[in-house]
């Protein structure tokens, strides 16, 4: 039980966006965004995560436990983004706010607080809002203030961590477009053990069907590739080689304020827990 409890608070850490990412769930992108908006927009954006796990995977198999794992975590974040204008480009610098609290019925440790805080954003070299495409690099950087450091609380880590995107809409039709992103996160060892984290790479595609000009829904597959951890030679957490489906409504009420909600599933893990999550975005534009 001491081992696979180990498996699962290391293959916790080595996730960054829990349920497919949704301890970081505001930098995991969601359909629609990487859409540049207008410069001198500004949007805030609250998220509310339910993310549940009760099995455990090593190697790709299920890890025998005396009883089920029993995570859930609870995560709310806080994220703001301007777009203005730079050096002829569009950008959106950013800072993003998760907090939450974490349960593991396993072992009965409970955990709550703030995690760590990202800053960064987006610079756009195609920002076609008429004709519905858009081509974004992304750089945030996320520092270790969270609580709990090193606790296997899913929204704190004791290290630095960047993550780098680049991201592309296209307008199929009137009524298809298609996301494409692709993602690296780099690491920094842990500052209290020395252990070091392999670079973690990500695969997004979202399919998105609009329902009319102001809702949408969508079908995302996501692939998480890396991320093993090392600490003197043993191995703390595995390599992910995990697979992620998505589907999202999402629609604005009015011209300001969107509302989305997702429910995404693991389908396919290689090492750590396999989480299935449910979220509400609440977004509102000035």
Do not use: C
């Amino acid at each position: 039980m001491r081992q696979a409890h180990k498996t699962f608070t290391n293959a916790i850490l080595a996730a960054t966006l829990a349920a497919g990412g949704t301890a970081h769930a505001a930098t995991n992108p969601d359909p629609g965004d990487y859409t540049a908006l207008p410069a001198g927009t500004d949007i805030s954006l609250v998220y509310a995560v339910n993310a549940r796990a009760d099995q455990v995977y090593a190697s790709g198999s299920k890890v025998p436990l005396p009883r089920n794992l029993g995570l859930d975590l609870d995560i709310g974040i806080f994220r703001h983004v301007h777009f203005m204008n730079w050096g002829g480009y569009r950008i959106d610098p950013q800072i993003v706010i998760p907090f939450g609290r974490q349960t593991v019925g396993l072992t009965g440790t409970k955990t709550s607080g703030i995690g760590d805080i990202i800053f960064g954003g987006t610079l756009w070299t195609i920002a076609d809002l008429a004709n519905g495409e858009h081509l974004g690099y992304t750089a945030f950087i996320t520092a270790p203030t969270g609580k709990d450091k090193s606790m296997g609380f899913a929204l704190s880590d004791n290290r630095w961590a960047v993550d780098l995107q680049v991201g592309y809409i296209r307008s199929l039709s009137a009524k298809w477009t298609v996301d494409l992103i692709g993602q690296a996160e780099f690491y920094q060892r842990e500052r209290s053990t020395g252990a070091k984290r392999d670079p973690l790479v990500r695969g997004h595609a979202h399919l998105r069907y609009h329902l009319s000009e102001s809702s949408h829904i969508a079908a995302s597959l996501r692939q998480s590739m890396g991320g093993e951890e090392k600490l003197n030679g043993t191995t703390l957490a595995g390599r992910k080689n995990d697979t992620n489906l998505q589907l999202t409504w999402a629609s604005f009420l009015t011209k300001q304020v969107q509302v989305q909600l997702h429910y995404a599933q693991d389908v396919k893990v290689e090492n750590g827990p396999k989480v299935k999550a449910l979220g509400l975005r609440a977004l509102y534009a000035f």
